[in-house]
């Protein structure tokens, strides 16, 4: 009873997931994209526009890579000092003192000969 009810767990986390990330594709997909113009008929009409909104393009690009570099930059120095704040110490551990064990029994498998 229980592997028929975690199926259809399964089958409704599934079909709940697939339908949610649908439905971001159509909300995100009919949406303009921010900085573009309303139309591209204009810019198909004009090459001159077109050279801008490639080279604005480029700028956009290069902007968002110097911003990457700085936050990799950033993620490097932190990972430096997270290995130094966990790094293992290599002090060998402190030697236990040895307590000697007296042996109860001998080799001789009577039991009256036991101390």
Do not use: Y
Not at 33 to 46: E, K, L, Y
Not at 50 to 69: C, G, H, I, M, Y
Not at 84 to 110: F, M
């Amino acid at each position: 009873m229980l592997k028929k009810q975690s199926a259809g767990l399964v089958l409704w986390g599934a079909i709940l997931f697939v339908g949610w990330n649908a439905l971001l594709l159509l909300f995100f997909w009919t949406r303009p994209a921010p900085g573009r113009p309303p139309s591209d008929s204009a810019i198909d009409d004009d090459p001159a526009s077109l050279t801008r909104e490639v080279f604005r393009l480029a700028e956009d690009a290069e902007v968002e890579l110097e911003r990457q570099r700085g936050l990799l930059q950033q993620i490097r120095e932190h990972h430096a000092l997270w290995r130094q704040r966990w790094k293992v110490p290599t002090v060998a551990p402190p030697a236990w003192p040895r307590v000697p064990a007296t042996p109860l029994t001998s080799r001789d498998p009577h039991p009256g000969h036991c101390l």
